[in-house]
């Protein structure tokens, strides 16, 4: 017997359709806040941002290919990296299918990481994945737009990151062995590498040959592109996680 509340299918309808009122709502304030994202003043990006990818170096107007719009996802692929964040993996498997239809309406898609281009190739290849993904080796994009850290914020513990600061450094000689092993295991960086990139989204605009910064977001701000777990929020346990628990696709000891 399950230990979940039953009930009769009447029971089970009152209670969905008050729970539709909920949804509906929640589904009003989302279109609400997209449109004052929509709303948000703009900001002319007057830096020359250099990036290297499969057509050359290019720069951010470049990155627009024709369009008027560009999404970049910030995905966590440190110089120093062996492989991509897991995270950032699991949430490229969810967008790699919808560039395609950006394309389409008028919004170029890109993701931008640290790493030398030639490791993102071979990355993207055992992925599977078909997205454009340009590096900004050398260059202050990911500094500028809060997702990657310098040496100095870090010794500081004065890490910028979603529009204020944070501590990320261990509290104590264990954690840091914890935290170091983690990394390594999966990135096969230490805590610090690893974490002194993080994951984001930005958007820009381009108006009369001038590139502006439109929107940017981080950490949770980032859960509704992260499609698996707009699936688990529908699942009768919901997330119902303990730790870490997912890994690359092609890591998964039960494949299918």
């Known amino acids: 017997m399950t230990g979940h509340k039953t009930g009769t299918r009447e029971e089970w309808l009152a209670a969905r359709l008050e729970l539709l009122e909920a949804e509906k709502e929640l589904t009003r304030r989302g279109d609400e806040l997209a449109r004052r994202r929509q709303e948000l003043p703009w900001v002319r990006v007057d830096k020359d941002y250099r990036f290297e990818t499969d057509e050359g170096t290019a720069s951010l107007t470049d990155l627009f290919r024709g369009r008027s719009q560009l999404l970049v996802y910030h995905f966590m692929f440190g110089p120093d990296y062996t492989a991509g964040c897991p995270s950032c993996s699991a949430i490229a498997d969810g967008f790699n299918g919808s560039v395609v239809h950006l394309a389409q309406h008028d919004v170029m898609f890109w993701a931008v990481s640290r790493a030398p281009l030639a490791k993102l190739h071979g990355y993207r290849q055992r992925m599977g994945w078909t997205f454009p993904w340009a590096s900004s080796y050398?260059?202050?994009?990911?500094?500028?737009?809060?997702?990657?850290?310098?040496?100095?914020?870090?010794?500081?513990?004065?890490?910028?990151?979603?529009?204020?600061?944070?501590?990320?450094?261990?509290?104590?000689?264990?954690?840091?062995?914890?935290?170091?092993?983690?990394?390594?295991?999966?990135?096969?960086?230490?805590?610090?590498?690893y974490r002194r990139e993080g994951p984001g989204?930005?958007?820009?605009?381009?108006?009369?040959?001038?590139?502006?910064?439109?929107?940017?977001?981080?950490?949770?701000?980032?859960?509704?592109?992260?499609?698996?777990?707009?699936?688990?929020?529908?699942?009768?346990?919901?997330?119902n996680e303990t730790g870490f628990w997912w890994r690359r696709h092609d890591e998964y000891d039960n494949r299918s």
């Open 201 to 239: 989204v930005s958007a820009f605009a381009l108006q009369d040959g001038e590139v502006y910064h439109t929107y940017s977001a981080y950490a949770r701000g980032l859960d509704a592109l992260w499609g698996m777990y707009q699936w688990l929020d529908r699942a009768p346990l919901g997330r």
């Open 138 to 193: 050398g260059s202050d994009f990911n500094f500028d737009f809060g997702v990657a850290h310098t040496k100095e914020e870090w010794e500081a513990g004065l890490v910028a990151y979603n529009f204020g600061e944070e501590d990320m450094r261990p509290a104590s000689d264990d954690e840091q062995g914890s935290r170091d092993a983690f990394s390594q295991a999966i990135v096969g960086t230490d805590w610090e590498t």
